[in-house]
């Protein structure tokens, strides 16, 4: 989105209202919010014009000038919260609220996976893995895929048997992005490595990258691989998650998508989820199971990763859970 039309959706957030900005805001990227976010705290005053031509489509005279931008730090946190929940709006607020430009690390999250790779494609293994590490699952997911083979098994290695960071290595850390970004950044808390982190990243990748990374991480350390395999949430996993859960899952997954999804999955799986269909739904989706041709093995592991891709949303919104046995659900 260009400068103008995020200044232009910031003046509508801001327009209309905390409950209804916050259901908008559940439909937006992260780092579309954080961009949005950024353009309202900016926000001081909106020009009566400038409303008029956001807002077309109102017809009724307004005050020469609105007091939207106006104190708007608190709506901003209001609509956050309500949008995301706590946990994820308070790292996204502190971002937000507390700095108005972007540089070092801000600067790599609004840049795409192969812009990113080709910037510290060169850096050490343990470089690469750290500057991942400030960024979202998904984000390193897709700058890890664009590293040579070598260079990913590396850092994936690496992130899995890291464990924290310390001050020093991240002055030099940030001396290293000053020179490539001309940008400073304050790294305040920071993720740690670790199991879970190289799990979460390895959740994104396509399931031929997947396999290879896998492979390369049990021939130099077979523990580690298989404690991130045992970490990662696969597509089997679906059987531990609660029945109420599931039915909110099939509300978001497309029927076709998941007819080829389950064309490779195992019989408990397809019985969790038929189950939680109704008679009739399960019963078009066992003919549609079986009427289905031959499914290349790509296309059905490709279904599966959209589908677990819905998943983890829905967990990362707090729709779900994944935890087995915990039936708490928004």
């Given amino acids: ?34 961009k949005l976010g950024i353009a309202m705290s900016a926000m001081k005053s909106v020009s009566n014009e400038l409303l008029k031509t956001v807002l077309d489509d109102f017809h009724q005279e307004t005050e020469s000038n609105t007091s939207l931008g106006l104190d708007s730090d608190d709506y901003i946190r209001n609509v956050l919260t309500l949008a995301l929940g706590d946990s994820k709006a308070n790292s996204l607020i502190n971002r937000i609220l507390t700095k108005k430009e972007t540089g070092g690390f801000e600067s790599l999250k609004w840049m795409d996976g192969k812009s990113v790779a080709a910037l510290i494609q060169h850096e050490h293994p343990q470089i690469i893995a750290t500057i991942l590490l400030q960024l979202e699952p998904y984000h390193a997911s897709d700058i890890i895929t664009e590293l040579t083979e070598q260079t990913r098994n590396e850092v994936m290695l690496r992130i899995a048997t890291m464990d924290g960071v310390q001050p020093a290595a991240l002055l030099e850390l940030n001396d290293v992005l000053t020179a490539l970004l001309n940008g400073n950044e304050n790294n305040a808390n920071k993720p740690l ?5 190289t799990a979460a990243i390895m959740n994104y990748m396509n399931a031929e990258l997947e396999t290879s990374i896998i492979s390369k991480l049990t021939d130099l350390n077979p523990k580690i691989a298989q404690q991130v395999i045992d970490e990662m949430f696969v597509f089997d996993n679906i059987v531990d998650i609660d029945d109420r859960h599931i039915q909110t899952i099939l509300r978001s997954v497309p029927s076709e998508a998941l007819i080829v999804a389950l064309k490779g999955a195992k019989n408990e799986v397809k019985e969790k989820i038929l189950k939680n269909m109704s008679q009739r739904a399960a019963e078009m989706m066992q003919e549609d199971l079986e009427v289905k041709g031959p499914v290349r093995l790509s296309e059905v592991e490709k279904q599966q990763k959209e589908i677990l891709k819905i998943i983890r949303r829905l967990s990362d919104e707090g729709q779900i859970s994944l935890v087995k046995g915990d039936d708490s659900y928004v």
């Fill in 1 to 34: 989105m260009s400068e103008a039309g995020v200044k232009k959706a910031a003046i509508l957030m801001l327009a209309l209202g905390q409950d209804e900005a916050a259901e908008v805001m559940k439909f937006l990227e992260p780092r579309e919010v954080h």
């Fill in 193 to 197: 490595g670790g199991i879970p982190a």
